[in-house]
């Protein structure tokens, strides 16, 4: 079946993808001279070590299915893309392929944005990555109460983190204290929008969804999961003064009621880009049918 396109004129294109570009470069900028001075950030450079999304990727603005760009031979060099009569298209061939993964990626959105926010787990699972363990994942930064006392506070609290990929990570002698062993097949039972992580994933699944939408829905969701990765970090049991960030102290009650201040505002925030991910996708389901 053939698909409407709306064209735009190189004239047209390419000031949005250089503003794209520029936007984006707000934070590859500053990852890639790190990455050149051999520098580690052990909060910044997290979303491009974690996700599999390069810096060049993400500054790589695209036009969304339906949309045709005219004079893009930099488009057309890509897999991704087919180009008919000098006009250049992501290519529906490969949305097809993608249908399984578009489905479950809808079940996953509509389900965690139908949950209630859990918001009792006060960023523990930054701790249990460290309980009791001479291997912590950031070994260059000190902790703040050491390594017993980091310990002693896991030891001292209930450990509810609801997030398949946050448990993994857990240390050995953690992953009991957790109250539910959790396990991929888990997933699209347990995940809940009040989980930062859950609200920090938005991102994943925005850029793994390229080039079928546009890319705006990319750097929204990046820089949510920035915003995320701070709040995440500043109540880990580690000592970020070094790098300008205060302590979230979840250890004591005034910093738990903080660090749920937080979390409520990040969930309010993620709700929306959860929204528009869930339409888009349903925009994708209904075009490859």
């Known amino acids: 079946m053939r698909r409407a396109v ?15 570009r520029e936007r984006a470069r707000t934070w590859t900028a500053p990852h890639l001279a790190r990455r050149d001075a051999g520098v580690k950030h052990p909060v910044e450079d997290f979303l491009f070590e974690y996700y599999d999304q390069s810096p060049a990727r993400l500054e790589r603005w695209h036009p969304g299915l339906g949309v045709g760009l005219e004079d893009a031979p930099e488009y057309a060099a890509l897999g991704a893309y087919t180009t008919t009569d000098g006009v250049t298209t992501a290519d529906p061939a490969r949305l097809e392929r ?13 389900r965690t944005a139908e949950r209630p926010p859990r918001l009792g787990c006060f960023g523990l699972h930054e701790w249990a990555m460290l309980y009791r363990t001479d291997a912590p994942r950031h070994p260059q930064v000190p902790l703040r109460l050491g ?32 109250e539910t062993t959790l396990t991929r097949d888990d997933q699209l039972q347990l995940e809940q929008p009040g989980c930062l992580h859950v609200s920090m994933d938005l991102y994943r699944i925005a850029y793994r969804l390229a080039p079928f939408v546009e890319s705006t829905i990319v750097l929204d969701t990046f820089e949510l999961a920035h915003a995320v990765r701070q709040i995440d970090m500043r109540a880990s049991p580690y000592d970020l003064s070094d790098h300008g960030l205060e302590p979230i102290r979840v250890e004591e009650p005034g910093g738990k009621a903080e660090y749920v201040r937080h979390q409520r505002a990040l969930t309010e925030r993620a709700a929306p880009l959860r929204a528009r991910l869930l339409r888009s996708v349903d925009d994708l389901l209904r075009l490859a049918a």
């Open 98 to 110: 993608r249908l399984p993964g578009l489905r479950w990626t809808r079940e996953l959105l509509s």
């Open 6 to 20: 709306k064209v735009l004129s190189h004239a047209t294109w390419s000031p949005r993808a250089e503003a794209h």
């Open 147 to 178: 390594a017993s006392g980091t310990a002693a506070v896991v030891d001292s609290h209930r450990l509810a983190c609801t997030h398949v990929d946050a448990y993994r990570f857990f240390t050995e002698a953690a992953r009991p204290l957790n």
